[in-house]
């Protein structure tokens, strides 16, 4: 045996010989680039979670801001459809004089006709403005649109119906203005 195959013999001898402390950090030599990985997924794992977090906020504060703005909005188409609410209850008593003028018997045709029209034109800016008259004569009562005022026999009119209306009510869209006085069918 040459020297040559002597020293390779010794060299193989001692790697199969390294004592168990050697042979993990040679195995650990490679374990840098898991560990490395693993932090890598880690904090990846982290900033996702972080992430969607962050969009879970976003789309909360966007549906509340959404939210607001229409409520805003409803507000305000609220305030300006019944802001006229006192300005027109101050007129009705106006038209309540119009038609009472309208059910006398005047000689001159003329004056009928002068009242009719200042009473068509009150009528229609009332109604572009939202206030609409209540149906109330041969209706059934309903107590959110009508005042009872008086209970009569009703003849041909059935139980529970107007009979007459004395004062007419208005609404303005869905909203009572002022109810409908009426005479109702016992």
Same mark, same amino acid.
């Not at 050697?22 to 890598?40: D, I, K, L, R």
């Not at 976003?58 to 939210?67: G, H, I, K, V």
């Not at 006192?86 to 006709?113: H, V, Y």
């Given at each position: 045996? @040459? ?14 010989? %390294? +004592? ?7 195995? =650990? ?14 904090? !990846? ?8 977090? /962050? ?12 939210? *607001? ?12 459809? !019944?802001? %006229?609410?006192? *300005? &027109?209850?101050?007129?009705?008593? &106006? %038209?309540?004089? /119009?038609?009472?003028? /309208? ?22 800016? /009332?109604?572009?403005?939202?206030? =609409? +008259? ?21 003849? @041909? ?12 009510? !208005?609404? &303005? ?14």
């Amino acid at each position: 045996m @040459t020297m040559t195959d002597r020293n390779e013999e010794s060299r193989l001898d001692l790697e199969h010989e %390294l +004592p168990a402390s050697e042979e993990t950090e040679v195995a =650990e030599a490679g374990a840098p680039e898991n560990q490395a990985q693993g932090t890598v997924d880690t904090e !990846y794992a982290k900033v996702k979670a972080e992430r969607d977090t /962050l969009f879970d906020r976003l789309a909360r504060l966007q549906a509340e801001f959404d939210n *607001a703005r229409k409520r805003q909005q409803k507000e305000q188409q609220d305030f300006r459809d !019944y802001a %006229l609410t006192n *300005a &027109i209850q101050t007129l009705l008593p &106006i %038209l309540d004089s /119009l038609d009472r003028a /309208l059910q006398t018997q005047q000689e001159g045709p003329e004056f009928r006709k002068g009242v009719e029209l200042i009473d068509r034109q009150f009528h229609d800016a /009332l109604s572009k403005l939202g206030v =609409e +008259p209540i149906e109330a004569k041969g209706q059934p009562f309903d107590p959110t649109l009508h005042q009872a005022v008086q209970m009569v026999d009703g003849g @041909t009119v059935p139980a529970n119906h107007v009979v007459d209306e004395l004062q007419r009510g !208005y609404k &303005i869209r869905e909203r009572l203005l002022r109810p409908a006085m009426v005479t109702v069918s016992k």
